[in-house]
């Protein structure tokens, strides 16, 4: 069965850069639109950020619109995430998902997503 992995969290501080990686078992990335998601303490869990399989369309948040950038590499079977300009409110388990045929407005969805990690935690302190 095909697992994905999330890798790079950890603990920053304000205004600092962190970038999130996930890689999978399988080669699955060339056959899947793939998210980020978070989960901070006692929230919901909430899209991040979204690409589509060729790399072609991204997709943010307006939180994080402008500080975060998503992107993959199919070939390396990765997906990746730069975090600029880390905020308190950043704060969360970070998990990476993998769906098939989304269309823009499904991307926020996690019912969509049919693979997820286990999720890595980044922890931003002020």
């Known amino acids: 069965q095909v697992q994905l992995a999330e890798s790079g969290g950890g603990l920053v501080q304000t205004g600092d850069s962190l970038s999130l990686s996930c890689t999978a078992s399988?080669?699955?990335?060339?056959?899947?639109?793939m998210a980020w998601f978070r989960q901070a303490p006692g929230k919901d869990r909430e899209f991040v950020a979204g690409?589509?399989?060729?790399?072609?369309?991204?997709y943010y948040t307006d939180s994080v619109e402008g500080r975060f950038t998503i992107s993959r590499d199919n070939a390396k079977n990765a997906m990746y995430l730069q975090m600029n300009s880390l905020k308190p409110e950043d704060t969360a388990v970070y998990y990476c998902?993998?769906?098939?045929?989304?269309?823009?407005?499904?991307?926020?969805?996690?019912?969509?997503?049919?693979?997820w990690g286990q999720g890595t935690q980044v922890t931003v302190s002020s």
């Open positions: 399988g080669r699955i990335f060339s056959m899947h639109d």
């Open positions: 690409i589509t399989l060729g790399g072609g369309r991204t």
């Open positions: 998902a993998a769906g098939q045929w989304l269309s823009y407005r499904e991307y926020e969805r996690e019912e969509k997503y049919k693979l």
